[in-house]
């Protein structure tokens, strides 16, 4: 018969050994790690032998092909550039206004700002490229001869919905209590707004605004619907014609035209973190 003194001793053992075997977090954790990472070893493995890279190397790397379209690319690459800032300054202009009237007193100004708003950000950007290549000069009798207006004003209104939001909230995140305090020193309202609210608005509103600039420049990808010239062409007009020449190469244009593009969106990505760092400690001290 086993005394009451011997039971205690008898589990000790047992739960000893069963803690030692446990395994840990942290080692559960490595071995899953471990195990994620063979699995993607294999996949890559896989995918290397089951790809044709004969065929990947005539049709998507063709460096023949590229060494063709290297004389249109500095043009190209400037012209997108071009249309980029064209569409920014337009729509950054216009979206101030649109967020000030949003948050405006007069009923009227916010429904009108409100309307303008949502009806951009719900249709797409092609659509309205599209209406001020052929719409608007039939519709309004207007004639736009310059491409990096129509381009500036098509995008750009586009923009200006997204750009009214991200003001706004920059200005709604401005403490109430220095808008107070430059009330009290007299000035008026509007001048609180361009010299107090606007600017402070603005500085934190910089890294979303860095990546509307990001989505304008791939925007400019449809501009080549309004016709181009030849001193006109943009980075996927470039690659699109290159498709289309049955020249060879294959896929090789839009290649290049979708390097051209990461060579500007890459540098504007890493500046909009710098500047979310940037500003994360500024708010913080």
Not at 2 to 17: G, L, M, Y
Not at 129 to 141: C, K, M, Q, R, S
Not at 162 to 173: D, F, N, P, Q, V
């Amino acid at each position: 018969m086993t005394t009451p003194e011997a039971a205690p001793s008898a589990v000790a053992p047992r739960a000893t050994v069963e803690a030692r075997t446990r395994m840990s977090p942290r080692k559960r954790a490595r071995i899953s790690r471990g195990i994620q990472y063979g699995l993607l070893v294999v996949a890559v493995v896989v995918l290397a032998v089951s790809i044709d890279w004969g065929r990947v190397g005539d049709q998507i790397f063709n460096v023949e092909a590229a060494q063709d379209l290297f004389p249109k690319i500095p043009r190209a690459f400037l012209n997108t550039l071009m249309y980029t800032a064209a569409a920014f300054a337009v729509g950054l202009s216009l979206g101030t206004v649109l967020a000030l009237m949003k948050l405006s007193s007069v009923g009227v100004y916010r429904w009108l700002a409100t309307i303008y708003i949502e009806f951009f950000r719900g249709i797409p950007a092609l659509l309205v490229v599209i209406a001020f290549a052929y719409a608007v000069p039939i519709a309004l009798g207007v004639s736009i001869s310059s491409l990096t207006l129509k381009a500036a004003l098509a995008l750009g209104m586009v923009s200006a919905a997204y750009i009214a939001e991200t003001l706004r909230a920059g200005i709604e995140a401005v403490p109430r209590g220095q808008i107070e305090a430059a009330r009290s020193l007299g000035m008026s309202h509007g001048r609180t707004l361009l010299t107090v609210v606007i600017p402070q608005a603005f500085r934190i509103v910089l890294p979303p605004m860095t990546n509307e600039i990001i989505l304008l420049t791939k925007d400019t990808s449809l501009i080549y619907l309004m016709g181009l010239l030849p001193t006109q062409f943009d980075l996927t007009k470039i690659g699109r014609d290159a498709l289309s020449s049955g020249s060879g190469g294959g896929l090789t244009g839009l290649f290049v035209a979708g390097i051209g593009y990461l060579c500007i969106t890459i540098p504007l990505g890493l500046l909009a973190r710098w500047l979310e760092k940037r500003t994360g400690k500024g708010s913080r001290s």
